[in-house]
């Protein structure tokens, strides 16, 4: 073993898949790229980082709502450009020809080009971690959609991708000894 910078650990532990959220405020949409994402629990609560510093944080603050959208390694160059612009200044609809669809339960839109897509409520939002806690009301998926694999942010610029999925659904459904 070699060292490895501490400040590069995080590099170590991927959260979850490269996300795109969607906002409404003051009847314009806006979308964010986030990479650091995670389920709580078995529920349909999911928490996301963000904060001040980004332009949509205001919007989860103030409308208290969302769309998870779930991209795929076909939109790596969109998903890549949505975060390194701001909706601050530039519409990221119509500079990535994204197609804002109706959501049913919330007022910002879905993303047609992604594989899935989640409507969710702001719960709460834990300020000194910037953690926004979201409960799902409503889930998207495409089933026509070909591409399903999900890209991972590494944290340096760097991603990886969804491979082969291993099942083992029959060995965890599997009644353990007693005592176990």
Do not use: Y
């Not at 790229?33 to 603050?61: C, K, Q, Y």
């Not at 000194?128 to 409960?135: A, M, N, Y």
């Amino acid at each position: 073993m070699r060292e490895l910078e501490l400040s590069k650990a995080f590099t170590l532990i991927e959260p979850g898949p490269v996300v795109l959220v969607t906002t409404c405020a003051a009847g314009r949409a806006n979308v964010m790229t986030i990479s650091w994402t995670m389920v709580l629990d078995f529920s349909p609560r999911f928490a996301l980082t963000t904060g001040p510093w980004n332009h949509s944080f205001a919007a989860l603050e103030q409308q208290r709502e969302c769309v998870i959208a779930i991209p795929t390694v076909d939109l790596l160059d969109t998903v890549v450009g949505i975060g390194t612009c701001s909706g601050a200044d530039t519409d990221k609809f119509a500079r990535f020809a994204l197609t804002a669809l109706p959501a049913h339960q919330v007022a910002a839109p879905l993303l047609g080009e992604c594989l899935a897509n989640i409507e969710c409520r702001v719960i709460d939002i834990v300020r000194p971690h910037g953690i926004v806690v979201l409960e799902a009301l409503a889930a998207w998926i495409d089933p026509e959609r070909k591409e399903r694999r999900l890209l991972h942010a590494v944290g340096d610029g760097t991603f990886i991708v969804d491979g082969r999925r291993l099942d083992r659904r029959a060995m965890m459904a599997a009644k353990l000894p007693p005592g176990v």
